[in-house]
T-cell receptor, first 110, second 114 residues
Framework: DAKTTQPPSMDCAEGRAANLPCNHS???????VYWYRQIHSQGPQYIIH???NNETNEMASLIITEDRKSSTLILPHATLRDTAVYYC???????????FGTGTRLLVSP | EAGVVQSPRYKIIEKKQPVAFWCNPI?????LYWYRQNLGQGPELLIR????????DSQLPKDRFSAERLKGVDSTLKIQPAELGDSAVYLC????????????FGPGTRLTVT
């Protein structure tokens, strides 16, 4: 299974940027990086994905290093509702076969 | 647009009893997934359907678990008989077969086996 490494937990003050790192040193050239999050008692929610270039959408930005061995998910202005577990995943069999790790538990505090 | 619907939301049963979970995916989504999520862990794929066909069931414990998606729309996941270790959240997700790279998850069914 494709493996990623994420810190188990992080804290962020409300209104500040949350930068969540992910190491995926075994990623190969055609594998995308996906980020999902899971708010308590809900199912996971897709955030963003990328291959090589940095990506931005209404929820977050994804910065992928040039060697593609790591990435950072950025929530530019974290709110209390961003408190969740964030999963970084890469897949060698497409977006339909995602292997979730244990993720990073982000706590946003007032 | 309605999201993925799952029922029941919670279920408590005694071990050795059967249990079934139901999922209705987003309209038009051909691909349907069942995941199991143990406490403190990420979701683990059990089975994936493309329309009526189970295309990946390698992680489904086939001795006691079964699933069906008879008309290619809604799906049922069954456990018979349930064991204490089956206590978990069972998540259903759906997606379009190609294109937008996103799986849409339902809220899950929390199963407690006593």
């Amino acid at each position: 299974d494709a493996k990623t490494t994420q810190p188990p937990s992080m804290d962020c003050a409300e209104g500040r940027a949350a930068n969540l790192p992910c190491n995926h040193s075994t990623i190969s050239g055609n594998e995308y990086v996906y980020w999902y999050r899971q708010i308590h008692s809900q199912g996971p929610q897709y955030i963003i994905h990328g291959l090589k270039n940095n990506e931005t959408n209404e929820m977050a930005s994804l910065i992928i290093t040039e060697d593609r061995k790591s990435s950072t998910l950025i929530l530019p202005h974290a709110t209390l509702r961003d408190t969740a577990v964030y999963y970084c995943i890469f897949s060698n069999t497409g977006f339909q076969k995602l292997v979730f790790g244990t993720g990073t538990r982000l706590l946003v505090s007032p | 647009e309605a999201g993925v619907v799952q029922s029941p939301r919670y279920k408590i049963i005694e071990k050795k009893q059967p249990v079934a979970f139901w999922c209705n995916p987003i309209s038009g989504h051909n691909t349907l997934y069942w995941y199991r999520q143990n406490l403190g862990q990420g979701p683990e794929l059990l089975i994936r359907y493309e329309n009526e066909e189970a295309v990946d069931d390698s992680q489904l414990p086939k001795d006691r678990f079964s699933a069906e998606r008879l008309k290619g729309v809604d799906s049922t996941l069954k456990i018979q008989p349930a064991e204490l270790g089956d206590s978990a959240v069972y998540l259903c997700a759906s997606s379009l077969p190609l294109g937008n790279y996103e799986q849409y998850f339902g809220p899950g069914t929390r199963l407690t086996v006593t």
